[in-house]
């Protein structure tokens, strides 16, 4: 659904913010910020129309369909700062350009179990920044890793080379992150695409977790056979979350930067662009904040079918000053026969 205007939206939004309010289970209470990182918004736009059509090639995963929507999504302040103490009705929702039939639940400052995957670029163009992001990989998982989460580490460059599965064991994933060497040309869309397909698609889980990603890399590619829409539509349908982190370090923001940008709009991650490549370390500390700040909407959408077909979401906090950041929407999924 393309928003054409402010008074179009409001109209909209109105009626699923009634719709919010009337379930919310708790009174409005005052936000909160902290300071770490600094968000921009997500365009509130269609999606592109080659995200809107699902790849035929790909095998659907077994599992139980349900009509159920887990939503995760962050608010900032103008500031960039993380906006916690919000309450459901303080939000408006749009699933294919409709408000949700109904809300089954509305939580702050998700702890849902992570499952994360540390993608390493090894190509040959990041060799002198390497060392770099090696350490700021083992020192994001130090910290971010809690009993209940799950991680793995992986390098690619023409290759994608998993150097550790998931495991909560830091010092497996230290030493498949020491293991990882530069070298060769960069498949950066190949990878992306095989990782979600292999890693997070396939997850099966007794519980509801949250997938993520944390891609290091110029975002240059000149290897792939996949192209960025076909890595972009296999992370919204392994449901999985991608933070960027450029090693660009130049003056200006290049191709690989745009690319890096696109890909983490789309699936409702934020791209870091570091001015040093000491700063590297910095984005991974951001990611972990940013991680343990956020909200989950579970909601059942309107005039949903088992179609296979993209379903685009428009998040908006009622208040002007918070800015809402998440996934741009999702494939249902299809039913069988």
Not at 1 to 19: D, E, G, K, P
Not at 231 to 253: D, F, H, L
Not at 260 to 279: K, M, V
Request: with cysteine; net charge neutral.
């Amino acid at each position: 659904m393309r928003i054409s205007s402010n008074a179009h939206w409001a109209a909209l939004a109105l009626v699923c913010a009634t719709l919010l309010r009337a379930q919310a289970p708790t009174p409005s209470t005052q936000p909160t910020s902290t300071p770490p990182a600094t968000a921009q918004q997500a365009p509130a736009q269609q999606a592109p129309d080659a995200l809107q059509q699902p790849d035929q090639n790909v095998p659907a995963p077994i599992q139980v369909y349900s009509r159920e929507v887990d939503l995760i999504f962050t608010v900032t302040d103008k500031k960039g700062a993380f906006v916690t103490g919000l309450q459901q009705q303080n939000f408006g929702l749009l699933d294919n350009g409709a408000p949700p039939e109904r809300v089954v639940r509305f939580t702050q400052q998700t702890n849902l179990p992570l499952r994360v995957g540390i993608m390493l670029d090894t190509s040959s163009s990041i060799r002198q920044r390497f060392q770099f992001e090696q350490q700021a990989a083992t020192d994001f998982l130090l910290q971010v890793l809690h009993s209940t989460d799950r991680a793995f580490v992986e390098g690619f460059d023409v290759q994608t080379d998993i150097e550790q599965d998931f495991t909560n064991r830091i010092d497996l994933l230290n030493t498949g992150i020491s293991k990882l060497r530069p070298g060769g040309g960069t498949a950066l869309f190949d990878s992306l695409y095989k990782t979600c397909r292999d890693q997070m698609l396939t997850l099966q889980q007794t519980t509801d977790v949250r997938k993520a990603l944390v891609l290091v890399s110029d975002g240059d590619d000149d290897y792939s056979r996949a192209t960025e829409t076909d890595a972009i539509k296999m992370c919204q349908r392994a449901e999985t979350i991608v933070y960027t982190i450029s090693t660009n370090t130049g003056p200006s923001k290049d191709k690989g930067d745009d690319v890096l940008q696109q890909i983490s709009d789309a699936t409702g991650g934020q791209a870091f662009f570091p001015t040093r490549i000491q700063d590297v370390a910095q984005g991974f500390l951001n990611i972990e904040a940013e991680l343990r700040s956020q909200y989950s909407l579970v909601y059942v959408p309107a005039n949903f079918k088992q179609d296979g077909s993209f379903r685009t979401i428009y998040l908006r906090c009622l208040d002007q000053r918070y800015s809402v950041r998440t996934k741009k929407g999702y494939f249902a999924p299809k039913a069988p026969g």
